[in-house]
């Protein structure tokens, strides 16, 4: 099993940023892919950004530019560094992690954010 521990999430204003990050523990080496979904009221999940073992990435066409994933391999822990936020962006924030093998993922608690025009 793999646990995910995230960081908390915050309240921010439109413009401004915010980062979180996504602690994983247990079958650490069982895992490929890591990154998050969001869930906005009223509106489907939606995988905002993900980052395999050996770097690729990929991200969601509503944040390209204005989100960075990045990853520490060494600490099995993933970031997402978030800038220039809009409303548009609130929600929950799930961390999620893929196993190699493309099992069942792993998610984490989530974390709300919440931007404010």
């Known amino acids: 099993q793999v646990q995910l521990v995230e960081s908390r999430g915050g309240s921010v204003q439109a413009g401004g940023s915010l980062s979180l990050s996504c602690a994983a523990s247990?079958?650490?080496?069982?895992?490929?892919?890591m990154g998050w979904y969001r869930q906005a009221p009223g509106k489907q999940r939606e995988l905002v950004a993900t980052?395999?073992?050996?770097?690729?990435?990929n991200y969601a066409d509503s944040v390209k530019g204005r989100f960075i994933i990045s990853r520490d391999n060494a600490k099995n822990t993933v970031y997402l560094h978030m800038e220039n936020l809009t409303p548009e962006d609130t929600g929950v924030y799930v961390c999620?992690?893929?196993?190699?093998?493309?099992?069942?993922?792993?998610w984490g608690q989530g974390a709300q954010v919440t931007v404010s025009s």
């Open positions: 999620y992690a893929l196993p190699w093998d493309l099992g069942a993922p792993f």
């Open positions: 247990g079958r650490v080496l069982s895992i490929n892919s």
């Open positions: 980052m395999t073992r050996n770097g690729n990435t």
